[in-house]
């Protein structure tokens, strides 16, 4: 029997699959098709999800093998700016950079790699799910592989199995949906030879007669959006044709090859319920979202993040199974946020397309590029008020044998203290806690953090607990308090200890 199985072999279930593996459980994942996808559709990603691909090691080579974009801007139909925001692009805090433009199947291959490296990892491709049984203890899959039928037992099931999820489809999971449904082509295509195109120049084209979008990808890799306007057919646009008609003003046969260019709608959808007993959700069979803002992965990858140590935690018999409960509750808001902010750089397209046309439209300062992801609305010490509790924690850099390491590297996917002094002696329940969760105490000298990536933290905190997943649970003022912070794990995330 596996410990979890794992419908979709795509970034999310991959990602998922790789996490869970990394704490020793058997692993089954399970796909329709085979190999890597073929063609791109993610292409953006941020210094959150690299601290994920560097837990698995191979943060290093996708920033190596990935590009970047120094701006964005909206323009009208000849290009000319209407608004435009300059990109991060040194390190930030959370160790990385803090966008990265990467080609999908590139990524797969890097993430599947790392993957196929896990003897406790299973996986069948050209294989379909086609039914489920849920018992008490564990979920028997009924697949079909080259026509013959197999069935696998898992104790969790989880579908990571994209926007058509069959799993969320047979545990009969309703969708919210937030109305956004749009046609538009996506076209991929790679440079053969130097243009004057921009390299690092994101746009967002509001031309009334055909919004678009144009993205640089990495090295000779660019992406199209064309948006089907009313009367067009998907046929009439995918055709040979009309693509390299649409790409005229950018790029031609002479200097570029078209990898592909397929309609795709654009949805804005959330599950309802991500979780019913031993079966959950994640990625795009949770949540789509239009891909104004490249996040639709990235959340999937946040799923996997929430999801993997919950689940260790239950597996070797640290927690209640009732800690699951705490995945929508934390999840599900955070990715209600992301879809409505894809949405709003969408409406903002559309507004500045009638704005063309001469009618009023004042973008919100709230919505478009830029905006910081919010806290995680449950699953801390106190609340979010402080601006740091439920947020990612920042990633000093602290000195080990006379070099300074990333503090991933130093603490894993752990429960972790950070603090700059000797914590006193805890109580009796809190060691006890420290020692079943192998809680790492990391007390910082002067010379850790040159960075000052700590530093706001440490001037309104003296200790912070963080999550595994590397958000801050809370911090607490005063040291005398350091038993209660460890305590209060034991009801947030339902201890049995
Ligand atoms: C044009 C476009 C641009 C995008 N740009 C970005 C971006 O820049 N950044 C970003 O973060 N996101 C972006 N996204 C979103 C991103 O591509 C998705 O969020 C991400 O690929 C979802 O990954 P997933 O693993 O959840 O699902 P998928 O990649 O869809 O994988 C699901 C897998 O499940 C398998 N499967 C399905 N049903 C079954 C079954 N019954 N049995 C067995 N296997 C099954 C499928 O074969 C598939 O391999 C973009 C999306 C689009 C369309």
Redesign the pocket.
């Given at each position: 029997m596996f410990d979890v199985a794992i419908?979709?072999?795509?970034?999310?279930?991959s990602i998922m699959a790789n996490l869970i593996a990394t704490k020793g459980y058997k692993v089954l994942i399970?796909?329709?098709?085979q190999g890597t996808?073929p063609t791109a559709?993610?292409?953006?990603?941020d210094g959150e999800q690299c601290r994920t691909f560097d837990l698995l090691g191979f943060a290093d080579e996708v920033v190596s093998n990935s590009g970047y974009i120094d701006k964005v801007s909206f323009t009208d139909a000849e290009l000319n700016e209407i608004i435009t925001q300059d990109q991060p692009l040194e390190v930030g805090a959370m160790g990385w950079p803090p966008q990265l433009l990467f080609y999908?199947p590139e990524l797969e291959k890097i993430i599947r790699t790392s993957v196929e490296s896990k003897e406790n990892i299973e996986i069948k491709e050209s294989?379909?799910?086609?039914s489920f049984k849920t018992e008490s203890d564990k979920v028997i899959l009924n697949?079909t592989s080259n026509g013959e039928s197999i069935n696998f037992e898992s104790k969790y099931l989880i579908g990571?199995?994209?926007?058509?999820?069959?799993v969320r489809k047979l545990l009969n999971i309703e969708r919210d949906d937030l109305g956004y449904d749009q046609d538009?082509l996506?076209a991929d295509a790679h440079l053969t030879k130097t243009t004057d195109i921009p390299k690092h120049h994101a746009k967002q084209i509001c031309n009334p007669k055909r919004p678009a979008t144009y993205v640089p990808g990495r090295r000779g890799h660019r992406r199209f959006?064309f948006k089907l306007m009313p009367g067009e057919s998907k046929e009439e646009l995918e055709s040979e044709e009309k693509v390299w008609e649409l790409l005229s003003p950018w790029i031609n046969p002479n200097n570029a090859t078209l990898e592909r260019a397929d309609v795709?709608q654009?949805h804005a959808a959330l599950a309802k319920t991500w979780r019913i007993d031993n079966c959950l959700i994640?990625?795009?069979?949770a949540h789509q979202m239009p891909?104004f803002m490249?996040?639709?992965?990235?959340?999937?990858i946040r799923d996997a993040m929430n999801l993997f140590w919950k689940l260790d935690l239950i597996l070797s018999n640290k927690a209640e199974d009732s800690i699951l409960d705490t995945y929508q509750a934390e999840r599900y808001p955070h990715a209600k946020w992301t879809v409505a902010q894809s949405v709003s750089i969408g409406k903002i397209i559309e507004g500045l397309c009638a704005q063309q046309e001469g009618k009023e439209f004042t973008p919100d300062d709230n919505e478009g590029y830029g905006v910081k992801f919010p806290h995680l609305p449950s699953g801390l010490y106190k609340d979010a008020s402080d601006d740091i509790s439920g947020y990612p924690c920042p990633q000093p850099l602290l000195i080990r044998n006379g070099s300074k390491e990333l503090s991933d590297r130093i603490v894993g996917s752990k429960f972790t203290i950070f603090t700059k002094n000797a914590i006193p002696k805890l109580t009796k329940k809190a060691e006890e806690i420290v020692k079943a969760l192998d809680i790492q105490i990391i007390e910082f000298t002067d010379k850790d953090d040159e960075e000052n990536r700590m530093s706001k933290i440490f001037e309104t905190y003296k200790l912070i607990l963080i999550r595994p997943d590397r958000y801050v649970y809370g911090g607490i003022e005063s040291l005398d308090n350091s038993s209660d912070i460890i305590e209060s794990l034991e009801s947030t995330f339902s201890l049995k200890i």
């Open positions: 419908i979709g072999y795509g970034p999310v279930g399970i796909d329709a098709n996808s559709r993610a292409i953006n990603t999908q294989t379909l799910l086609e697949c990571c199995d994209g926007a058509s999820s069959s538009w996506v959006e795709y654009f994640a990625g795009d069979a891909p490249g996040a639709g992965m990235g959340t999937g």
